[in-house]
């Protein structure tokens, strides 16, 4: 199980930090991804890092404002977001396919098969005035 947190309003260049801490399964042996999803449009992937040798991707949307980690000791990954924008408005949620590495797409526009990750619930981040 996947559980996000972290979620909140905040002004437009803030910051915030999202957790995704998994429960019945060791978070570092998977691949794990960050996606959002905004009101009338498609789930597009965020970030990932991957369990083999937790290398990271980035949407270019998020590159150099968005960072991914991960703390095996609290089996907890993290999504901090800087200089936050209104078009960041969107439901996050974290998710795995369950391989080894993440897949390349990250790196570019990813629109993920549902059915392909195990999700969590999501967490809304609102960026506004």
């Known amino acids: 199980q996947l559980v996000e947190s972290g979620g909140g309003l905040v002004q437009p260049g803030g910051s915030l930090r999202l957790s995704c801490a998994a429960s019945?399964?060791?978070?570092?042996?998977?691949?794990i991804g960050w996606f959002r999803q905004a009101p009338g449009k498609e789930r597009e992937g965020v970030s990932c890092i991957s369990g083999s040798d937790d290398s990271t991707y980035y949407a270019d949307s998020v590159k150099g404002r968005f960072t991914i980690s991960r703390d095996n000791a609290k089996n907890t990954v993290y999504l901090q977001m800087n200089s936050l924008k209104p078009a960041d408005t969107a439901v996050y949620y974290c998710g795995t396919d369950g391989t080894e590495n993440c897949r390349t797409e990250f790196s570019g526009t990813y629109y993920p098969r549902y059915e392909d990750y195990a999700w969590g619930q999501g967490t809304q981040v609102t960026v506004s005035s």
């Open positions: 019945g399964f060791t978070l570092d042996d998977y691949p």
